[in-house]
């Protein structure tokens, strides 16, 4: 089992989004450990596409930005190694990266070696096995339904790594009980329909989405639209065990790099909107936190 | 022939190449999609609207040419399938009137297109005035400057025309901006696909609606020789117009060949010829060939201008059912000449790709009858043409 299950035992679970490289390699690693001192208890790392069919502009922004700064999935993995963070980290990437990454690996063996290039199933196991090595602890991969995803579960079992799936409002039936059969480490609950984007109004499709979940056991964690510590104390009061914020923070890294501001101004802002949304998520599990006064402490009390 | 080269997919998979690969939010529009696409587009009263609308609307049936004078210079008979004489100057038309009829029985509200060359936007437009849609189309900008006409005709037809800006600008980017608007608008927006591209249903539902070409085809060059040709060509961005004509040979003795976009030549760094070169990737929804990493797509045609293509090609190239070559610019832009000035048709240059493998065909000698799909006409490469033959 990987370290993300652990990471919902002790309270409603605040997981952030960044992506990695945005804006630039050295100062995207600030942001990232900026967002575990604020409270993060699982981090989503982002391995820039150049077509990211699930993303709204705020997303596709920071992946323009990561890619013009030569963003690779070798480089990706370079800076997970390099990461001096204490929480799970998942890789959030689409699957041509991952496709791709097992056809380039399997060439190259395959030239080395005179034998024929690996099976179509074991495409997505190069880039998990090197996940795995750098310290990666399980994927989230939006273009990759559930049907297809075979040869990616099968390659997490073998390294021990969790492989999490979005369910949509609209994820019904046959296509829910797929999913929830080859999901682990947690299941991404899309707030509402379109795609990521920071929102001021949270979606009452979320209630019914964690209704139509409850009979499974693995934790639920609602991402979509949230951007502040209100929506996410009503978001957990709701039957939440987690909160996933990716637009919100991308919009702060967005502004510090278009207004040119230092890299630890920027990531003292990302702290600060960490700890704001960990709080208000330990609220709505009903747990009240000092820092809520002087603003300062990690709110979260089974690591003090 | 193997077996499997001539199965249709009702599931989207076409050994192994296809599939859904798209966010679980579009899952279910998707589904919904092709349970329309099953119910409502097979029934008779739909097959009989949509023949009307194919009839009274875009002109069909269109006439096979026997190109006299080309099959002389060239040296084995080359028929035309015309699909340049519809409304609209190109095939684009068929698929469009499918959908659109499809669309407004499963009570959506708009249209969304992406388009290249800007033939799928314009027809697309057409279709939106007619059935009263809105209609909105995506347009790579590096597209809509080479294809200004064709983004009046759409403005003019009350088309909204989005200039996509992001990556290359090119029709690639335009596909990414419509799924976008797609995946933000389900509800009430239906996505016109322009080609055999693209998450199922996308790819066999395109190709139900362009087989008309070659039934059409079949039949008539049937009753003009009777028999049927050696071999069909037709030009391969996406891949809709080969698979409309090959669709209706595929059981028979009939050699498939596709012309990609050369570009400066497929063993160059630009151009857009995956099934020539390329590799096994998942892009735009589907599992395909799609250029090497390498590789800047590009073709003097911007209706090839595209990095992969549709998922029944990249199987046909795997059973070896269809030879795919790369065309390069050069002999695209020499058969556009050619078939100006033999036979009086000024062809898209999509379709000049297909022209010039028949050219190289013909001269290989393997082949006595070849029919070529035309698959548009050229008035709107006229202006860069000119340009460059410095007419």
């Known amino acids: 089992m990987s370290r993300i299950p652990e990471a919902f035992e002790g309270g409603p679970a605040f997981v952030p989004y960044l992506a990695v490289g945005d804006p630039d390699y050295e100062s995207s690693k600030q942001y990232v450990e900026a967002l575990a001192r604020g409270g993060a208890d699982v981090i989503e790392l982002g391995l820039p596409f150049s077509e990211p069919i699930a993303e709204g502009p705020t997303i596709q922004g920071a992946v323009v930005r990561s890619l013009s700064g030569g963003m690779t999935p070798e480089r990706f993995f370079e800076f997970v190694a390099e990461l001096d963070v204490d929480v799970p980290l998942v890789c959030m990437t ?80 046959e296509r829910l ?128 | ?24 939010v579009m899952e279910e529009p998707l589904d919904r999609l092709a349970e329309a696409f099953e119910g409502i587009a097979r029934t008779p009263e739909f097959h009989a609207e949509f023949r009307d609308l194919l009839e009274e609307y875009a002109g069909r049936p269109t006439s096979i040419t026997y190109a006299g004078n080309l099959s002389e210079a060239y040296g084995a008979d080359i028929y035309l399938k015309r699909e340049d004489l519809l409304h609209g100057g190109a095939h684009k038309i068929n698929n469009c009137l499918g959908q659109a009829l499809l669309a407004d029985k499963a009570g959506k509200e708009r249209l969304i297109a992406e388009t290249g060359a800007g033939q799928h936007g314009v027809a697309t ?46 029709l690639a980017d335009a596909v990414d901006a419509a799924l976008e608007d797609f995946a933000h608008n389900v509800e ?79 063993d160059s760094a630009r151009h857009a010829a995956p099934l020539a070169k390329g590799r096994d990737e998942v892009i735009h929804g589907m599992r395909t060939r799609v250029i090497d990493e390498d590789v800047e797509v590009h073709s003097v045609s911007a209706g090839l201008d595209y990095p992969g ?41 999509e379709s000049a790709h297909g022209v010039a493998l028949a050219k190289d065909l013909a001269a290989e000698g393997e082949h006595d009858s070849i029919l070529v799909n035309l698959s548009g006409r050229g008035d709107k490469d006229v202006e860069q043409v000119a340009r460059m033959f410095d007419l």
């Not at chain 1, 104390?233 to 207004?259: C, P």
């Not at chain 1, 960990?278 to 300062?296: F, I």
């Not at chain 2, 990249?314 to 790369?326: D, P």
């Open chain 2, 125 to 170: 437009a057409m279709v939106g005035a007619l059935f009263d849609l809105d209609t909105e189309i995506y347009m790579g900008k590096k597209d809509a400057d080479r294809q200004r006409m064709n983004v009046f005709r759409m403005r003019l037809m009350g088309a909204e025309v989005n200039e996509v800006t992001d990556g290359g600008s090119g």
């Open chain 1, 177 to 304: 009980e797929r999913i929830m059969s080859q999901v682990s480490g947690y299941v991404y609950v899309q707030a509402r329909l379109g795609v990521t984007g920071a929102r001021d109004d949270v979606s009452g499709q979320t209630d019914e989405s964690l209704g139509r979940l409850s009979q499974w056991d693995v934790p639920k964690a609602v991402g979509f639209g949230i951007k502040t510590g209100e929506q996410a104390e009503r978001i957990v009061r709701g039957g939440a065990d987690g909160i996933i914020v990716g637009s919100a923070l991308v919009d702060i890294v967005a502004e510090g790099a278009a207004d040119g501001e230092d890299a630890e101004v920027v990531a003292d802002r990302l702290e600060a909107k960490a700890r704001e949304l960990k709080t208000g998520a330990m609220r709505g599990a009903g747990v009240e936190t000092e820092e809520e006064d002087d603003g300062q402490e990690v709110p979260n009390p089974e690591r003090t």
């Open chain 1, 94 to 173: 689409y699957y041509n990266l991952i496709y791709r990454y097992g056809g380039s690996e399997a060439r190259r063996a395959s030239e080395a070696s005179g034998e024929a290039a690996s099976e179509e199933a074991d495409r997505p196991r190069a880039f998990v096995e090197r996940a795995k090595e750098v310290g990666i602890d399980g994927f989230v991969v939006p273009d990759l339904p559930a049907e297809e995803a075979d040869p990616l579960r099968e390659a997490c079992d073998e390294f021990d790594l969790d492989l999490v799936f979005i369910v949509a409002p609209t994820t019904q039936g």
């Open chain 2, 1 to 24: 022939m193997s077996d499997q080269s001539t199965q249709s997919s009702e599931d989207g998979d076409f050994e192994g190449y296809g599939g859904r690969y798209v966010p679980e």
């Open chain 2, 309 to 349: 293509v549709g998922p029944e090609h990249a199987m046909f190239r795997a059973v070896g059912r269809c030879e795919y070559r790369g065309v390069d610019d050069n002999a695209a832009l020499a058969a556009f000449r050619d078939l100006s000035e033999q036979e009086g048709i000024i062809p898209a240059l």
């Open chain 2, 188 to 266: 009430d927006t239906h996505y016109l696909v322009g080609s055999v591209v693209g998450p199922d249903p996308f790819p066999r539902m395109v190709r139900e609606f362009q087989s008309v070409i070659g039934e059409e085809a079949r039949r008539q060059f049937e009753a003009r020789t009777g028999g049927l040709p050696d071999a069909a060509v037709a030009c391969v961005g996406g891949g809709s117009n080969a698979i409309g004509l090959f669709h209706a040979f595929r059981d028979d003795p009939v050699a498939f060949y596709g012309a990609e976009g050369g570009g400066e030549g497929a």
